[in-house]
């Protein structure tokens, strides 16, 4: 039996499942239409089966059931096609089984009983993959028909399968004189900007319950006379751009508002002044024209870090990590990632070709200082991190500690933050850090050769923790790399074997502050005897 | 290379006997006595003669950190509460030190840290006021209350604290059977907790201490008993009650929080473990003092007059990062 005729046969036995529009195969597609009653309710689909099925294709499932009449109804793409859940098969007769049961599952929770999902889905909106502006959250609170202009930045062009795609963030909302930043950071705020128009309009400008409107004549009664005259001055502007876009604001459960941009061309506003029969006023309306939606993205920390972040202790803290080399650079790194947002780094140290195989760095970047280059790479992941950077911090700490004005100046810099990582080796340093009052956090970390041992020394007495620690790990191993030429001899270890310690020592000190414990010394030991595996000593 | 534990806890307390600070004990002594004197002019008649009540009288200090408290025991009627009591004393004390010294509200104390002196040495001395429980009392019965001033473990701020007699929280550390055991190891928990800037005051550990010894078999060399009643503290802590020896309704557990005593718990437990892996571990957390090191270490100081061996953290080259 080939594969139409198995699908036939296998869809004519199903219960409840009758076969209005017989299955054809059409290049390597097959198309059928099917009447499923179930619970009292007879709905038909269009059945488009693609040549990948039973396996799924870009992780959707590459069996179609389609009914453009249930787009009001959950779990709906704009295209009329049923989300369904199903489960996993490669066998093309149990697949069509779970599917089909998985349509009836549908047709029950959603179309029979209505229900609604707990957590809020946002409207349909036609999809376009030339456009996407980022936008995150503001210290404003909009009001229902409030317009004026916002500001945006062009951030990158990319390609979205085989077409480019641009992606620009939305920087600033002016509303009269007042004009209100978007969080990102400086580096991000001082972008060059263009500029847009938005309006408040507090509804989601929908159709069908969940699918954005598609003609302006559908966004007419969401907005105010005197935003349509606003639009009409603006029509009369002069763009450099072929399209200005306009923000259309509305508030999201729980307190929150979101945004989606349609595209207006510039020569051709869709707004126009028609004369009220019988008097000299006009009345501002919209043409009957499609809307050119691009996409929206809710950038703000709480969907950046949304899927996994640090505890709110730790991405609030201000933070400090000094010496930033194959250890420093991957703590920061992984702060960044995991949220936080006021790191300062300190290193007076060169980054060389050498360096990039096991720290945070880029061959691209060339010779560059370590500061320069890491801060430009934690930027680039989070729009949300402010570096404060100093090459000379230490140097100048060594030389005027004696000096008592200077050694007050100095510890009370330090004292500014929340938490230290002391990823130097610097005994120097550890020495100044022993100085410093305590509450603060401070972990001063290092390894020890073919990264064998991490050694993770806290306050009080974090120097002689160490170096008593480090001096009962030594073995005596005098096998470091030496490479040609003039360098300095070194340790030997790759990026895996450090970050892999690193990310426990991370895991560990993070948890203990979340849990509100006194930070403890610790060492964490590794062995190969029995698999790789990693043991956790703490004092 | 292994460190003989007992031989090193020894020289741990050599180093911190008390007798080889006392130059700076004499400056403490002269001090509280001029403290004393201060305020029973100050206070003429409202006072009865205040006493020292810290670990010099109960034989358990160590030099780093002399725990010298003088107790200002006031009549019923000299305050009308007790927060009266403790903010004159402290603006007593305050007006009369502010130039010479940190004066600070703490727990139940009013700190004095005197600044630095030629020797470069620095005298800290705790007036604690208290106030007898009814007129005429105090000379019956030495019982005292206290002022809490912050947060005291589970003790909370503001109220009044019944510290009983004073006196005979003296006498219940020198009066223990194995009354030189018993100071051993609790001179060795002073050790561990000034170094490691642990929270338990020295009146927790003194009486957790006395307590192990009461409730298990303890002997052995001195890291045996050190060992054992870590052990207890590990394992009791948390249920552990320690009533004041003046005043049974007076629980001294409660000066610890329970994340306090868990963390206190935890403590043992990891320093225990550590330990027993690795001997040489004890120096990070019993160090001796490095102004005293022991005397074979002293002489093998090479010619060049740099010190070697425990005395002396020389930093080892191999850390990478």
Sequence with gaps: ?539 | MATDKNKHLEEVLTSHKISKEQALLDKHIDKRKEISEALQEKYGSDLYSPFNSGSYAKHTAMNKKFDIDLIAPYKRNAFETLEKMYSSVYDFLYDKYKNEATVKKQKVSIGLEFNTDADGDIVKVDVVPGRELNKDQYPDDNNLNLYVYEQFGKIDKGSDRIKSNIKSQIENVKGHAEKDSVRQIIRLLKVWKFYNGKKPKSFFLELITIKAFDKKTISGDIWDKLKAVMEFIRDEVKSVSLPDPGNSSNDIADTLTDSDKDTLSYDMKRMIERIEEDSDTIKSYYPINEKFPPEDEQKSNNSYGVKTGIGLSVPPVTRFG
């Design chain 1, 1 to 539: 039996m080939n594969r139409l005729e198995t699908v036939a046969d296998v869809v004519g036995t199903i219960d409840g499942v009758a076969i209005t529009s017989a299955f054809v195969e059409e290049g390597e597609v097959i198309f059928g239409s099917v009447a499923i009653s179930f619970l009292g309710s007879t709905l038909e689909f269009e059945v488009r089966i693609l040549p990948a099925y039973p396996l799924q294709f870009h992780d959707s499932e590459s069996i179609r059931f389609v009914n453009k009449g249930l787009r009001e109804y959950n779990h709906v793409n704009a295209d009329g096609s049923i989300c369904v859940h199903t489960h996993h098969s490669t066998n093309l007769k149990e697949k069509l089984l779970f599917d089909f049961a998985s349509l009836k599952e549908w047709i029950r929770k959603y179309y029979v009983e209505g229900e609604r999902d707990a957590h809020y889905e946002h409207i349909v909106v036609p999809q376009n993959d030339s456009l996407v502006l980022l936008f995150t959250s503001i210290n404003h609170t909009f009001s229902k028909g409030e317009f004026g202009f916002f500001t945006y930045s062009n951030l990158a062009v990319g390609f979205k399968r085989d077409q480019k795609i641009e992606t620009q963030i939305v920087q600033q909302f002016k509303i009269g004189k007042s004009s209100f930043d978007c969080g990102w950071s400086t580096v991000y705020r001082n972008m060059d900007k263009k500029e847009g128009l938005f309006v408040f309009i507090e509804q989601a400008p929908t159709q069908n319950t969940r699918f954005a409107v598609e003609k302006w004549t559908d966004l007419e009664p969401y907005v105010t006379q005197d935003f349509l005259k606003f639009l009409n001055l603006m029509s009369k502007r002069r763009y450099n751009e072929a399209a200005v876009p306009l923000l259309v604001g509305y508030k999201i459960p729980n307190e929150e508002i979101h945004w989606q941009c349609v595209m207006i061309p510039a020569s051709n506003f869709p707004n126009y002044a028609e004369k009220i029969p019988g008097t000299t006023n006009y009345i501002g309306r919209f043409a009957d024209e499609e809307m050119l939606w691009v996409s929206t993205r809710n950038c703000s920390p709480k969907y950046f870090f949304g899927r996994g972040s640090f505890a709110p202790e730790i991405v609030s803290s201000k933070i400090l990590i000094i010496g930033i080399g194959a250890i420093g650079s991957n703590v920061a790194t992984t702060l960044v990632r995991g949220g936080c947002q006021s790191i300062t780094l300190i290193d007076h140290d060169i980054k060389e070709p050498e360096n990039v195989c096991r720290a945070e760095y880029s061959f691209s970047a060339g010779v560059n200082s370590k500061i320069n280059e890491l801060s430009h790479h934690l930027t680039q992941i989070s729009p949300f991190v402010e570096m404060s950077l100093s090459d000379h911090f230490m140097d100048i700490a060594k030389i005027t500690l004696n000096n008592s004005e200077w050694r007050q100046i100095l510890l009370q810099r330090l004292s500014e933050y929340d938490l230290i990582f002391d990823c130097t080796t610097d005994n120097d340093v550890a020495f100044i850090l022993d100085e410093l009052e305590r509450p603060l956090k401070i972990f001063t970390m290092s390894i020890t050769n073919n990264a064998k041992e991490l050694i993770c020394a806290v306050p009080p007495r974090l120097y002689k923790w160490m170096n008593d620690i480090t001096r009962q790990l030594q073995t005596g191993d005098d096998d470091l790399y030496n490479p040609n030429g003039c360098w300095n001899p070194t340790f030997k270890a790759s990026y895996n074997d450090i970050a892999v310690l690193v990310q426990f020592a991370l895991k560990h000190i993070t948890t203990s502050i979340a849990n509100n414990s006194s930070p403890r010394s610790f060492y964490l030991t590794t062995s190969t005897e029995d698999g790789f595996n990693i043991k956790l000593k703490e004092f």
